[in-house]
Nanobody, 121 residues
Framework: VQLQASGGGLVQAGDSLRLSCAAS????????MAWFRQTPGKAREFVAV????????YYADSVKGRFAISRDNAKNTVYLQMNSLKPEDTAVYYC???????????????WGQGTLVTVSS
């Protein structure tokens, strides 16, 4: 599956932003989908994951209660709604597709190109 992330931008602390990740291929609904983020010099960090049907989600503690992952299998798209953004949320955000429900980047074999989110204080 090929992934295309979009929706990043420059926002102020406290603002909201929604990222989208469009997938190609007819097997999108069979994939677990996740969002990771990365800042320069640091390893890619898990943000959120959603099951193939959308009924199960899991979040990193740093974003729990502020971010929400969702998916629309009819549109082959996964979303990340980010509320109450903080400067420490600044990163390149990547969507990923995998066959297991995991928080580990190596379990995902398809990645989007990344979209930059910058949160100013």
């Amino acid at each position: 599956v090929q992934l295309q992330a979009s929706g990043g931008g420059l926002v102020q602390a406290g603002d909201s932003l929604r990222l989208s990740c469009a997938a190609s291929g007819r097997t999108f609904s069979s994939y677990r989908m996740a969002w990771f983020r990365q800042t320069p010099g640091k390893a890619r960090e898990f943000v959120a994951v959603i099951s193939w049907g959308g009924s199960t989600t899991y979040y990193a503690d740093s974003v729990k209660g502020r971010f929400a992952i969702s998916r629309d299998n009819a549109k082959n798209t996964v979303y990340l709604q980010m509320n109450s953004l903080k400067p420490e949320d600044t990163a390149v955000y990547y969507c990923a597709a995998g066959v297991v429900f995991s928080t580990t980047s190596r379990d995902y074999n398809s990645w989007g190109q990344g979209t930059l989110v910058t949160v100013s204080s």
